[in-house]
Each structure stands twice: as C-alpha cells, then as structure tokens.
C-alpha cells in the first residue's frame, strides 16, 4: 500500500505521531494473520506455478491435526469475507470439502455437488490451470458415468498448459487406465500406462514410488487379461526388484506389495500348469492381505484357490474358496470379484447337479456381468471423447449466443462505418483521379517539351559538329597551301593556335550536349570526384568521335594538349591502363 503524507501534516509535532500511528495501523490492517499469511499468499498466485505450491500448501495443512486445520480454514474464510479474492475462495472451498470428507473410503453425491458448485465461479474466472485442477477433483468424487468426462477434460487441459505444471498427471493417466481395465478395455488402458511410464520426473508425481508401483502392476494384469504372459510377468519381475520402494510415507505396506506381486507371479505359473508351486505364494498373499486387512486382495486370492481346485476338481476346497471370496468381495466397491465367485460357485453346483444352488449363482452371476456391462458402457472411452468434444462445441455456441448482441451491434457500426469510408473514399479517389488526370496532361507536355528541346539540342550539336569537321578540313588545306610557300612560319602558326569556336559557342554546346545526352555527364560524375568544366568539355566532344586534331581546333589547344588532357582525364575516371578512354565515355 502506497500512502501520500499530506504536508501540513509535518507541521505540527505533535499531530505528526498520532498520524504515524494511524499510518502503522492502516497498513497492517489489510494483512493477514501470521498463522494464515503462508496459505492466502499462496492460494493468490496465479500462473502455471499455482498448482505446485497449492499442493505444497494442502500437503503442509494436512499435516497438522485436525483441531488446527479447523482454527485455519475458519481464520481464512473470515479474512477473505473481509477482502474477498474468488480466486481464494474457490482454493479454500476444495480444501475444506477434501478435509470434511478426508478419510472416507467412498466418495459421496454430496461431495460432487459441493465441488460442482464451484464450476461456474471457476469457469468465470477464466484461469484454465485451476479449472484443470476442479476437474480432476471432480472426476475423484463423480458417478461412474460421468468419471470419462471430467478426467479427459483435466488432462485435456494439462496437456495444453504443460504436464510439467500439475504434480498429479500421472496419476490421473492411473485413473484412467484403472478405469479401462475394470471396463475390460485392457488395450486402450496400457496406451495410457505407457504414457504414465514415459513420465519419469519425480515431480511429476505426488508419490513417485506409490506411481511407480500402482503402474507396474495394472500394466502386468492388463497382459495378464490377454494372456500376454511374458510381457505380464516382465512387469511383475520389475516390481519385484523394486519391492522395498516405501509405496506411502512410511514402508508398512511393502511386505503386503511383495506377498501381492509373488501372489500374481504365483497365478501366472497357476494357469501355465504349475499349481502346486503357485499355492505357498498364494497363501502368502493371503496372509499379508489378512494382515492389512486388505478385502479385495483377499477376495483375489479366494477365487485363485478356487479356480486352482476346481481345475483339480478338488470340489469342496473349491467351494470353501469361492464363498470365502464372494462374502469379502461383497464388502468392496469392485464388481469383478463377486462375479468371479459367482461363477464359481454355478460350475461347482452344476458339477454336483444342485440344480436350485446352480441357478441362484448363475442370476446372481449375470446380475453382476449385467452391471458391469453398464458401467462398461458408462466407463466407454470413445462416449466419453465424443462428450467431450461435443461438450467443447457446446461451450464455443454458447460464447457465440452470448455475444450475440454486441456482434449485431458491432455488424451494424461496421455497415455505417463502411457507408461513411465508401463515401470518402469516392470523393477522395474522385478528385485523385482528377489530379492524376491533370497531372498526366502535365506529364505529356513536359515530354513532348522535352522530347522537341532534345531534338532541337541534337540539332545543335550536329550543326555543331559538321561545323568543326569543316573548319578544320578547311584549317588542313590552308596549312599545305602555307607550306607551299617560304618564310611564312609565323602566319602558319598562328593559324595553326586559332580557334576556330568562340567560348559563347563552346557554353551554347555544353548546354545542348546536357539536354540531348542527359546521362552521359552525370554518368562519369559518378564514376570519380565531379569533373572540371574543362574535362567536361573535353568528354562531351570524345563522346562525339572526333579526333585529337578536331578537338584541338575545337578548344583552341595543340594535339599534344589534347592528349596531355585525355591522360588527365583518364586519371580522374580512375581508369586502368589496358581501359581505353574513347571507349568507356562512349558506352554512357
């Protein structure tokens, strides 16, 4: 917070100390309590970075006992009705329906209800990593037929954000594939497991080693269920090798994970005709099971039993087994055991010809493979794509209908505001036209004005030309009629120095050479430092191919100067030595 101290405040002593005290406490009024400061600012961060620290919060909450974390959850509730953040709201809402349904078995409606309700004010604020985060929470505590939808939009969206950001990835691919192996998908299942396995950043994972376990052994039962034994006792060898990883925060379920692994090894070797050495780790599995009280595994090992002796024909073990493991099956949320049982005891009955017991198992049997086709079809991972894309183009309609009216708003603004820039565009491309159409006129002029002023230079120059070409045949012949004579050097020589074109007539041609030949003087300008007017000259009548001698009377100069000056000349263009003068202006 920011404070602008007014001056007159400074004035005075005594006011300046009651206004510090006022200032110290207005600032920390906005503060939260040292005890809840660590949660508020952590359930505040925005950004991909907001999921991790989130987890490190809930995890540091849970820790304490549960007197504290209620004084916590009620200290924060109070500070965010003060200076209410939705953002903290939604945080403080999960955790408090975690904690409250913390330590149940089976979730409830009314938890799904509860974290339904926070879906619109999590879709309102717009933050696609904590609504990620709900869905995944959601598909925890939803119905069987909604788990596909939620779980697939959560990963839909982590893997937009960026896996790297959610500690729980992992295991929601778990949750899926767990899901698809108790729908009999074993195939679809192991493509996410395999996505789990590629996952090796311990970050990644709430439990690394908890992840590890858990993927190892449903990927060795979905083999197990195609009779993919190799590959299935490959990952159970692999678990194993690593059964003393420590599966929770303390290591007292790994004895129970190693008597589970040996117990489906043992079952492997069971079903390729080894039965006899299958049974001491089957019996271990089940004392380790009983131990930990563990229901489902121990309805696991019942049925194996049974399977093993009513292979054997060992009937009544058989049948011992099977309601053993049908009466602790039926204490567990899974579906599978019971029917297994079930199934059991009907071959046993019909062995014996109990015709009543056969068909009381046999309904009971089909009562349970009905379910689980439901919940197959409930569970169905193709539905619950379609769902969800169906649910994705649900959401774009609904934005499309929302906006509606602003669009027709804004169509409407867009027909006016193109009426108005079609109407300026005409009067400003009419009177474009106009110009161009004047300025072309102009253009026209100057060309047919240029075009007869470069005619009338080449004119000129021609004139010009044909009058040096005469004067110096005329210069020739006086010299060899002189010549024919005695004692008249002097006359010859003077004769010889005369220039036959006055310095008017010279400008009067520099002037027309520029305006019939504009590129051949700016040209060799560019070819060096800009030349003398003399040089000029000089290339003007190079450029007219006439020779020393002609040049010579032109300027008024000896032969020799007229070749004193083209070396100069030369010198200046920066020519080589093997360049030829005459050649190079002539190529302008």
């Not at 590890?212 to 692999?238: F, G, I």
């Not at 049974?306 to 039926?330: M, T």
């Not at 204490?331 to 009907?346: M, S, Y």
């Not at 430092?529 to 010579?552: G, T, V």
């Amino acid at each position: 917070m920011s404070i602008i101290i007014p001056s007159y405040t400074l004035t005075n002593l005594k006011y300046n100390n009651i206004y510090i005290f006022f200032l110290i406490l207005m600032m920390g009024c906005d503060s939260p309590d040292k005890e809840i400061k660590y949660y508020i600012d952590t359930w505040k961060i925005e950004g991909k970075m907001q999921t991790i620290a989130s987890d490190q919060a809930y995890f540091k909450l849970f820790s304490l006992d549960r007197k504290e974390v209620h004084k916590i959850i009620s200290k924060c509730k109070e500070y965010n009705k003060k200076y209410p953040n939705e953002r903290v709201l939604i945080r403080l809402a999960i955790i408090e329906t975690y904690y409250i349904r913390y330590g149940k078995q089976i979730p409830d409606m009314e938890d799904y209800r509860n974290f339904l309700v926070l879906l619109p004010k999590c879709q309102k604020l717009g933050d696609q990593q904590l609504l990620a985060e709900l869905y995944t929470i959601i598909s925890d505590y939803s119905p069987l037929n909604e788990f596909m939808n939620y779980v697939l939009k959560a990963n839909s969206l982590m893997e937009k954000i960026g896996i790297q950001y959610f500690p729980g990835y992992k295991q929601r691919l778990y949750s899926i594939g767990f899901t698809l192996y108790l729908n009999q998908e074993y195939r679809q299942s192991l493509i996410y497991l395999q996505k789990a396995f590629k996952i090796t950043n311990s970050n990644l994972n709430y439990n690394y080693n908890a992840s590890y376990v858990l993927v190892n052994d449903l990927t060795a039962a979905c083999y197990r269920e195609l009779s993919m034994y190799d590959s299935s006792l490959y990952h159970y060898k692999l678990l194993l090798q690593n059964a003393n990883l420590p599966v929770h925060a303390s290591n007292r379920e790994i004895p129970l994970w190693q008597a589970i692994t040996k117990g489906n090894i043992a079952f492997l070797l069971a079903q390729s005709g080894y039965s006899e050495l299958a049974k001491p780790y089957l019996l271990k599995h089940l004392q380790q099971s009983r131990q930990y009280e563990d229901n489902h595994n121990i309805a696991i090992v019942y049925n194996r039993l049974g399977q093993i002796d009513l292979f054997e024909n060992r009937l009544n073990a058989s049948l011992e087994n099977f309601q053993n493991a049908i009466k602790f099956a039926k204490t567990t949320r899974f579906l599978k055991q019971r029917k297994i049982a079930a199934k059991g005891l009907a071959d046993i009955y019909h062995r014996v010809h109990n015709t009543d017991s056969l068909y009381k198992y046999f309904y009971i049997y089909k009562a349970y493979d009905d379910t689980i086709n439901e919940m197959k079809v409930a569970y169905n991972l193709e539905t619950a794509e379609a769902k969800l894309a169906f649910d994705a183009a649900k959401a774009r309609l609904t934005i499309a209908n929302s906006d509606i009216k602003s669009m027709r708003l804004i169509r409407n603004f867009i027909i006016v505001f193109v009426i108005m820039i079609s109407i300026i565009a005409y009067l400003y491309f009419t009177r474009r036209i106009f110009e161009q159409k004047d300025r072309a006129e102009r253009l026209e002029s100057d060309k047919t004005k240029a075009l007869s002023d470069t005619e009338k230079a080449l004119g000129e120059i021609q004139i010009f030309k044909k009058k040096i070409i005469e004067n110096e045949a005329m210069i020739s012949k006086l010299h060899d009629h002189i010549l024919d004579k005695n004692d008249l050097q002097p006359e010859m020589d003077r004769i010889i120095k005369y220039a036959l074109i006055d310095k008017n007539e010279l400008d009067k041609f520099n002037l027309e050479f520029e305006i019939a030949n504009p590129q051949v003087l700016p040209g060799l300008d560019g070819q060096s430092k800009p030349l003398s007017p003399a040089e000029r000259r000089l290339a003007a009548l190079i450029y007219l191919k006439l020779n020393n001698e002609q040049i010579s009377h032109a300027l008024g100069i000896s032969k020799d100067s007229v070749t004193r000056s083209k070396r100069r000349l030369k010198n200046a263009l920066k020519l080589d030595a093997d360049q030829g003068l005459e050649d190079f202006i002539l190529q302008f």
